[in-house]
């Protein structure tokens, strides 16, 4: 097999010691089965911005934090070394959100650290220790299918608790080995504070597990867990122990027209502020 070029600063500097295979390929990155000493890894090698198939990196980025004004501003205006780092951004994101949601109890694979855009982290596994196959490629029986949605939930639910929604979760980002569910790719992770479209992508997220795991028990289908998580969540409400129903109870309270119109004035009147101070800075 010829070795990606992308591998070959790993292999010379002995962070891997051979590429085993490849293990597969998608939208935004090609993942390979490497050994290190004794041990098989994953080493996944990201795309070029212009090869992704992943179209929505914009609105995925909202509310990230860059290391700096001068970092900000370059991604902001798409220069070429604002390309860059947005790049590295987008890389360091899965890597950051791997360590965080395993701090949270959350079953992601274990990272061990991001190589000049090779993620290099644990391979899953099945119980004959081969590459743990996604949860979209295998059959389930009814009681599968609600032991599986439950841990996912539960996952879902923790990732929120500790500000993060995988904003891409489906029946192929997820795992399946003798021990539960396994999520993986994180690069398009939201911050659920910062992102205006967090709420919108969490309950896209619940409603693919629900409708795919719908498909093996059908008493899954309809029900409402992505606008409950959230609303538990919106009213400070939501904790990694949190019963869910799959219902909401809808808002029948008038809204006050004088409040909202107050809050666009402010919103509005921060964003001509924060404009106002971009352009000042770029001007110094």
Request: proline share 5%; hydrophobic share 40%.
């Amino acid at each position: 097999m010829k070795v990606p070029p992308q591998l070959l600063p790993l292999l010379e500097d002995g962070l891997i010691d051979a590429v085993v295979r490849p293990l597969r390929s998608g939208k935004e990155a090609a993942v390979f089965v490497v050994r290190c000493g004794e041990e098989l890894r994953c080493a996944k090698v990201y795309k070029d911005a212009r090869q992704r198939g992943f179209r929505q990196a914009v609105a995925y980025q909202e509310g990230r934090k860059a290391r700096n004004s001068r970092q900000m501003r370059a991604m902001e205006k798409r220069s070429r070394y604002g390309r860059r780092e947005a790049e590295t951004a987008w890389h360091s994101a899965e890597v950051d959100a791997l360590y965080r949601l395993a701090a949270a109890g959350v079953r992601v694979p274990q990272p061990y650290g991001l190589f000049d855009g090779v993620l290099l982290m644990e391979l899953i596994t099945d119980p004959a220790g081969d590459a743990a196959p996604r949860l979209g490629d295998l059959p389930l029986t009814e009681q599968e299918a609600l032991d599986c949605h439950a841990r996912l939930l539960a996952d879902v639910v923790r990732m929120l608790c500790a500000g993060m929604v995988h904003g891409d979760l489906s029946e192929f980002n997820v795992l399946l080995t003798a021990d539960g569910p396994v999520i993986i790719d994180l690069p398009q992770v939201v911050d659920a504070t910062a992102n205006n479209s967090a709420r919108a992508l969490l309950e896209r997220d619940v409603s693919n597990l629900g409708e795919y795991l719908g498909r093996y028990a059908p008493q899954l289908q309809g029900r409402a867990y992505g606008p409950e998580i959230w609303q538990l969540y919106a009213a400070g409400a939501l904790h990694p122990d949190s019963v869910l129903s799959g219902e909401v109870v809808a808002d029948t309270t008038p809204a006050n027209v004088g409040d909202v119109m107050r809050e666009i004035d402010a919103a509005r009147l921060e964003a001509e502020l924060r404009q106002a101070g971009r352009e000042a800075a770029a001007q110094r």
